[in-house]
């Protein structure tokens, strides 16, 4: 693994290495979209790190550990339900099918976390007892393991207002999904958060909540998209420790971004206005628990691609004829 100094020698690098001359290009937060012939797309992933609904800074290597972490599980669930990717031309990139992404964020939860006001332990602690059609009882405790995980759908930025709480119910009766699409998504879910389990489990972590999104191919097929049980898409605890801090009322050891957002928690920064500094350290902290999380569930050696996105990654493209 990089030393530290490496790794903060890495962050301007970092900010901007996805600059590719081709064509179709989409900005989002932490990944870059490129249309290619056939109906596919070149997504990019990149180093920005989003909390709070904002780009905050720049991890060294996340973007290559989110790209291979969710492409090695895309295998490992294709049973369960097929997915969008095609190819990985390159450490930071995949080809991918092109899909209609559905409107709605499928959110399983096995704990009662969290510190945002979409989160159960949030509203929990508000003195919600009816939460997304859930009906908790009185006395539970801040990261106590639910008797079964649970989803709670939101809808995806720029429908009716980003992550509106939904009710599973609520998805049919808005008219955001289909019944018969629904279930199915549903059961797909609940499926891959176990396997998601289990892998963490022997891998010494607990997968505690997570986020999937699904898609309709043109063909009509339900696929499985965007990136699944990564750092930045999952929460995850140290199994060893877990049980001794929550009988303490301590927070768990996170290796996910909850560990960067709940730095500016204690801060008092909700995501409202200016951000406050933070010790720089903290990036290159966040950038370890990435490449770790990626090792301990992969049991697979990080390797570090070039920076910026490697030069053949066009020749890449040319070769598998998508350009």
Request: aromatic residues 10%.
């Amino acid at each position: 693994m990089l030393t530290k100094e490496e790794l903060v020698n890495l962050q301007p690098i970092a900010f901007e290495k996805t600059t590719l001359s081709l064509p179709g290009k989409q900005h989002g937060k932490v990944r870059d979209w490129y249309q290619l012939p056939e109906q596919k797309r070149l997504i990019v992933t990149t180093d920005r790190l989003s909390a709070f609904d904002r780009n905050l800074a720049v991890v060294p290597y996340k973007g290559q550990v989110l790209n291979q972490l969710a492409a090695w599980w895309f295998e490992k669930t294709a049973d369960v339900l097929p997915n969008h990717i095609l190819s990985l031309p390159d450490p930071n990139a995949a080809i991918v099918q092109e899909v209609q992404p559905f409107p709605i964020e499928v959110i399983v939860r096995g704990y009662i976390t969290g510190v945002t006001s979409t989160a159960l332990w949030y509203r929990y602690a508000l003195g919600e007892r009816q939460i997304y059609g859930y009906q908790f009882e009185d006395g539970l405790n801040k990261n106590q393991k639910l008797e079964f995980p649970i989803i709670t759908p939101t809808t995806k930025g720029g429908v009716t207002g980003h992550d509106e709480r939904l009710t599973c119910s609520e998805v049919v009766e808005h008219g955001y999904l289909e019944e018969d699409v629904w279930k199915k998504i549903q059961k797909a879910a609940l499926e891959i958060f176990q396997r998601g389990q289990e892998v963490a489990l022997s891998a010494g972590l607990i997968l505690v909540d997570t986020k999937y999104e699904f898609g309709l191919t043109p063909a009509g097929e339900i696929v499985l998209i965007d990136e699944v049980h990564t750092p930045d898409s999952s929460r995850f605890w140290k199994a060893d420790s877990y049980l001794d801090h929550f009988i303490k009322g301590e927070e768990p050891e996170n290796f996910d971004k909850e560990f960067i957002r709940r730095a500016y928690a204690d801060l008092g920064y909700r995501g409202e206005g200016q951000p406050p500094q933070v010790d720089p350290d903290l990036w290159i902290q966040a950038s370890q628990r990435y490449v770790q999380i990626y090792e301990l569930l992969t049991g697979l050696q990080f390797m570090p691609g070039d920076y910026p996105v490697q030069p053949r990654l066009i020749e890449n493209l040319r070769k598998a004829g998508c350009l």
